[in-house]
């Protein structure tokens, strides 16, 4: 017992003693000698990155360029435009309708696909409708639509959020009983006859309704009235919590719509409640990485659109928006003016930008940097596949790291017990090399405390640093 209490001991003053001198090193500095656990998040297969715009329906898209919103797109490797759409009752687009086919033929040029959101509105303004008439309205407006776009889209929603149209006050939408009988009624028929509109022409189709917070009791109708739709589309705010653990209910959102209706699940809207409102540009940033990280295996997601694309300044005075609609976007305008060159790009644009590249490419960018610092060369096709197959195997960067240090001995040759001349001489090579910067006055003490009393590879640290991940 009294050799293990003097070990302990031993062992306890040690640790204190690295983790003093990890503690003189700021945050960013930490950074480079820390071990980086990332991984990137798995999703499924196909999955569906986008973002939401209004090209053809708000002021500050309409007077910029439609290029300039496909620009972006590409640049943040997003797939999917979420775009609402208003028509007249026999499905013609009503709004900017020259523009909406620069849209399509510009995103079909550049691959983007446009998910349209039919919006409803204007035909169900007071629900004043027979089941009978609003079935046929439905499918009057879907027909047309899709007649005229049917060999341009994949998938479609109908309407926007209509449940919070017809929900009672004070309820919180997980009953049937929350929504006005009537209404709903109305609004299943019309529904019904958009998607015989649309399948009849595109038996294909896929169409998807949307829904948000706990309004699950809304689905439950649609279920229990065979509406035929294919995708369940879900939005979801900061203030209402995880979506694993919601405020207030503590409920596990997609686990209650997984079990209770097997659809695809696509979140076609998302982002901190009122975006950088009041200059909150860390805490957007905060949330949208955290949503995206709660995608990490969850097989019944399938989709992630962030709300939204620009900032909407003409919104800041209007009485049912005000400065918390006018402030979603991942980027906003220095100005009046919505040239491409006047944007000005927010914090969340750089989490949206890195989280979806290392998603995507994460593993393939680690080998593939690791590789060519190490030898010097740029790795073949089959070397990176390879390489990056065995690191999505393991999970491990270090088998790959040591084994890449070993090969190449000649190049990153170990330091240990060297003279401090020696070891500061090696500590700014390897963060040259490895870091592409010069080390700060902190990181040289610790390194020269490190190599000169015991060994360790700088290299092999710095390769496997949080730094170095990022």
């Given amino acids: 017992m009294k050799l293990q209490s003097k070990l302990l001991l031993l062992f306890s ?48 898209y309409t007077v910029g360029s439609i290029p300039h919103q496909i620009e972006l797109l ?24 020259a523009k909406f086919d620069e849209l399509l033929r510009l995103t079909t040029e550049k691959g983007i696909k446009i998910l349209p959101v039919i919006k409803i509105d204007k035909q169900l303004a007071d629900y004043s409708h027979t089941t009978e008439q609003a079935y046929s309205l439905g499918r009057k407006q879907a027909n047309g639509f ?87 589309s879900w939005h979801w705010y900061s203030n209402m919590g995880s979506m694993f653990e919601s405020k207030w209910e503590k409920t596990n959102i997609i686990e209650v719509l997984t079990s209770k209706f097997n659809k695809p699940i696509w979140i076609t809207e998302i982002n901190k409640k009122d975006g950088s409102i009041d200059g909150t540009f860390k805490e957007q940033a905060y949330w ?22 620009y900032d909407q300044p003409n919104l800041y005075d209007q009485k049912w928006a005000g400065p918390g609609e006018a402030s979603y976007g991942i980027v906003s305008f220095k100005t009046s003016s919505k040239e491409p060159r ?21 593993y393939e960018d680690y080998v593939y940097m690791a590789y060519k610092d190490i030898t010097g060369d740029y790795p073949d096709t089959y070397t990176l596949n390879s390489l990056t197959k065995e690191l999505k195997q393991h999970k491990s960067k270090e088998i790959i790291i040591e084994q890449l240090l070993l090969d190449n001995q000649n190049r990153f040759q170990r330091i240990d017990g060297a003279t401090e001349e020696e070891v500061t001489s090696k500590v700014e090579n390897s963060y040259i ?38």
Avoid at 448 to 462: A, P
């Fill in 74 to 97: 590409k640049e943040y490797q997003l797939e999917y435009y979420r775009v609402d759409i208003t028509t007249n009752d026999d499905g013609s687009v009503n709004t900017y309708p």
């Fill in 288 to 309: 949208v990485e955290y949503y995206m990280e709660e995608l990490h295996k969850q097989p019944n997601i399938n989709a992630f659109i962030l709300y939204e694309l």
């Fill in 146 to 232: 899709i007649t005229k776009y049917g060999n341009v889209f994949e998938y479609y929603e109908l309407g926007n959020e209509q449940e919070n149209r017809i929900l009672y006050k004070n309820t919180n939408g997980m009953r049937v009983e929350d929504y006005d009988p009537q209404k709903l009624e109305v609004l299943v028929s019309y529904f019904k006859g958009m998607i015989d509109g649309i399948k009849t022409i595109s038996p294909n189709a896929k169409i998807m309704i949307t829904g948000g917070w706990l309004h699950w009791g809304y689905f439950e109708f649609l279920e229990k009235e065979e509406v035929n739709y294919d995708i369940i």
């Fill in 433 to 470: 090399a490895l870091l592409k910067r010069a080390p700060q006055t902190n990181e040289l003490n610790y390194w020269n405390k490190r190599l000169k009393r015991k060994k360790q590879d700088i290299d092999k640290t710095l390769l496997l640093s949080e730094e170095y991940w990022e």
């Fill in 13 to 60: 003053y040690s640790f204190l003693m690295g983790c003093s001198g990890l503690n003189r090193l700021s945050e960013v500095e930490r950074k480079s000698v820390r071990k980086s656990i990332a991984r990137p998040i798995e999703v499924t297969d196909n999955f569906i990155w986008g973002i939401n715009g209004h090209p053809i329906t708000a002021q500050d």
């Fill in 342 to 362: 006047n944007i000005a790009y927010k914090p969340v644009s750089n989490t949206l930008k890195y989280k979806i590249e290392e998603i995507k490419h994460g």
